[in-house]
C-alpha cells in the first residue's frame, strides 16, 4: 500500500492536549509568536537530543515557566506534526546514518497539522556536527516531485539525480520553548507514531526533547533535563521508524536505542 494513502492516525486521538494535569504549567508561559521567533530561527545549528518519559512532562515545564516563552498560535501551545520521508530504493540515507556516516541528509516533507502549511525540508548534517536546514513550501499530499520541487533537492542535497520513494511516516505532538537571550529552542514531542506501507508502531509514552543552539555548550537546559531524568540520547525519528518496521534494513547499530526506548515506553506494533 502506497505511504500516502495508507490511514493515518487522528493527531488528537492520541494528544496530551486534553490532559490538564501534565500541560497546566504552559498556561502560565510567556508565549511568543512566529514572527517573534525569526530571532531564533537556526536554520544552521548544533542539536542535542534528550530522551524520556512523559511522566517528566508537568515537573519539567514547571521547573522552566519564567525562563522560556512558548509557541502559541491562536490560543494552541502544543501542534500536531505529519512527517513523509523519502530515500533511494536502498535506503541510501537510512544506512548512512546506521553506519555512522558524520556528514549525511534526511529529505521529508512535514504539515503542520494545525495550520496546514507544509513544507519540502532537506536537513544536512555536517561532519563538523552542525546540522542546516532548508526549505521551501509543497504539497504534503503529492506523490510525486515538481519541476521546482527537483530543483530544489538537486540544489541543496545529494540525492538530485537520484529516484527518491516515499518511505515512513511519522506523527507526533510539539512544544516549542524558545530562549530569546541564549538563541536556544527547545523542542518537547510527544505521542510518537510510525507507519510504513501497510504497518504501524506507536511509542505512547516516549518523549523526546531537542535543544536547538548556535553551539554545542551546555545549557541551563541540559542540567534542567538532567534533574528529571531525561538523557542525552543519540535518537533519528526516521531510523527508528524504519528499525522498527522495515524489513531487510541493517539495525544492528541500533539495536541498543531500540532496547532503550522500550525500556522508557511500550512499543505497540500493528501489522
Same mark, same amino acid.
Given at each position: &500500500?502506497?505511504?500516502?494513502?495508507?490511514?493515518? !492516525?487522528?493527531?488528537?486521538?492520541?494528544?496530551?492536549?486534553?490532559?490538564?494535569?501534565?500541560?497546566?504549567?504552559?498556561?502560565?508561559?510567556?508565549?511568543?509568536?512566529?514572527?517573534?521567533?525569526?530571532? =531564533?530561527?537556526? &536554520?544552521?545549528?548544533?542539536?542535542?537530543?534528550?530522551?524520556?518519559?512523559?511522566?517528566?512532562?508537568?515537573?519539567?515545564?514547571?521547573?522552566?515557566?519564567?525562563?522560556?516563552?512558548?509557541?502559541?498560535?491562536? @490560543?494552541?501551545?502544543?501542534? *500536531?506534526?505529519?512527517?513523509?520521508?523519502?530515500?533511494?530504493?536502498?535506503?541510501?540515507?537510512?544506512?548512512?546514518?546506521?553506519?555512522?556516516?558524520?556528514?549525511?541528509?534526511?529529505?521529508?516533507?512535514?504539515?503542520?497539522?494545525?495550520?496546514?502549511?507544509?513544507?519540502?525540508?532537506?536537513? *544536512?548534517?555536517?561532519?563538523? @556536527?552542525?546540522?542546516?536546514?532548508?526549505? &521551501?513550501?509543497? @504539497?504534503?499530499?503529492?506523490?510525486?516531485?515538481?519541476?521546482?520541487?527537483?530543483?530544489?533537492?538537486?540544489?541543496?542535497?545529494?540525492?538530485?539525480?537520484?529516484?527518491?520513494?516515499?518511505?515512513?511516516? =511519522?506523527?507526533?505532538?510539539?512544544?516549542?520553548?524558545?530562549?530569546?537571550?541564549?538563541?536556544?529552542?527547545?523542542?518537547?514531542?510527544?505521542?510518537?507514531?510510525?507507519?510504513?506501507?501497510?504497518?504501524?508502531?506507536?511509542?505512547?509514552?516516549?518523549?523526546?526533547?531537542? =535543544?536547538?543552539?548556535?553551539?554545542?555548550?551546555? *545549557?541551563?537546559?541540559?542540567?534542567?533535563?538532567?534533574? !528529571?531524568?531525561?538523557?542525552?540520547?543519540?535518537?533519528?525519528?526516521?531510523?527508528? @521508524?524504519?528499525?522498527?518496521?522495515?524489513?531487510?534494513?541493517?539495525?544492528?547499530?541500533?539495536?541498543?536505542?531500540?532496547? !532503550?526506548?522500550?525500556?522508557?515506553?511500550?512499543?505497540?506494533?500493528?501489522?
Amino acid at each position: &500500500m502506497n505511504p500516502l494513502t495508507f490511514p493515518f !492516525h487522528n493527531p488528537r486521538s492520541n494528544s496530551l492536549q486534553h490532559d490538564s494535569n501534565i500541560l497546566l504549567p504552559l498556561t502560565a508561559f510567556r508565549p511568543i509568536s512566529l514572527a517573534g521567533m525569526e530571532e =531564533v530561527a537556526l &536554520m544552521s545549528r548544533v542539536d542535542t537530543k534528550y530522551v524520556g518519559t512523559i511522566s517528566a512532562l508537568h515537573g519539567l515545564l514547571s521547573d522552566l515557566v519564567g525562563k522560556h516563552h512558548v509557541l502559541e498560535l491562536e @490560543g494552541r501551545r502544543q501542534f *500536531s506534526y505529519q512527517n513523509v520521508y523519502y530515500d533511494t530504493a536502498d535506503r541510501t540515507m537510512y544506512h548512512d546514518h546506521h553506519r555512522g556516516k558524520a556528514r549525511r541528509q534526511k529529505i521529508r516533507k512535514r504539515l503542520y497539522a494545525d495550520s496546514g502549511l507544509s513544507f519540502l525540508e532537506v536537513k *544536512s548534517k555536517t561532519n563538523t @556536527g552542525k546540522t542546516l536546514k532548508r526549505r &521551501m513550501p509543497s @504539497g504534503f499530499e503529492d506523490a510525486t516531485f515538481t519541476a521546482e520541487e527537483r530543483a530544489f533537492i538537486k540544489q541543496e542535497s545529494d540525492f538530485g539525480n537520484r529516484d527518491l520513494v516515499q518511505t515512513l511516516r =511519522v506523527s507526533f505532538d510539539r512544544i516549542t520553548l524558545v530562549d530569546l537571550e541564549r538563541a536556544e529552542r527547545v523542542t518537547i514531542d510527544t505521542a510518537l507514531r510510525f507507519s510504513l506501507e501497510d504497518q504501524r508502531s506507536v511509542a505512547s509514552e516516549l518523549l523526546v526533547v531537542e =535543544v536547538k543552539s548556535v553551539n554545542a555548550r551546555h *545549557s541551563d537546559m541540559h542540567r534542567t533535563l538532567l534533574s !528529571h531524568n531525561i538523557r542525552r540520547r543519540q535518537f533519528s525519528k526516521y531510523c527508528t @521508524g524504519m528499525a522498527l518496521l522495515a524489513s531487510g534494513v541493517k539495525q544492528n547499530l541500533f539495536l541498543p536505542r531500540l532496547r !532503550h526506548i522500550r525500556t522508557l515506553s511500550p512499543v505497540e506494533t500493528i501489522t
